[in-house]
């Protein structure tokens, strides 16, 4: 198991960017995916992007052609970028980490997206 924590969050204007970024302590084991999720009140947590060990990634429809997620193992990191943001875009985000036998969560970041 690794211990995940969120950095990046906060409030920022339609149209704007933000980068979340995902820090992991001890070691991360291929095979591995590493991704990101989005929860909003009374809705279920949601994928939002993912990168394997092998480096294939992964977006959601909502946020293709703006985001890119990058890291792995080497860095025991997993950013996640997301540009020109949209107001539905507002939510908890969450990092997670699924190896052979573990899944392990970050304790969440909010991100708000408003004018």
């Known amino acids: 198991q690794v211990q995940l924590v969120e950095s990046g969050g906060g409030l920022v204007q339609p149209g704007g960017s933000l980068r979340l970024s995902c820090t992991a302590s001890?070691?991360?084991?291929?095979?591995?995916?590493m991704g990101w999720y989005r929860q909003t009140p009374g809705n279920e947590r949601e994928l939002v992007a993912f990168?394997?060990?092998?480096?294939?990634?992964y977006y959601v429809d909502a946020v293709k052609g703006r985001a890119s997620i990058s890291g792995g193992s080497a860095t025991n990191t997993v950013d996640l970028q997301m540009n020109n943001l949209k107001p539905e875009g507002t939510a908890v985000y969450y990092c997670?980490?699924?190896?052979?036998?573990?899944?392990?969560w970050g304790q969440g970041i909010q991100v708000t997206v408003s004018s």
């Open positions: 997670r980490v699924v190896g052979r036998t573990t899944v392990d």
């Open positions: 990168i394997t060990d092998s480096t294939r990634t």
């Open positions: 001890g070691t991360i084991f291929s095979p591995y995916v």
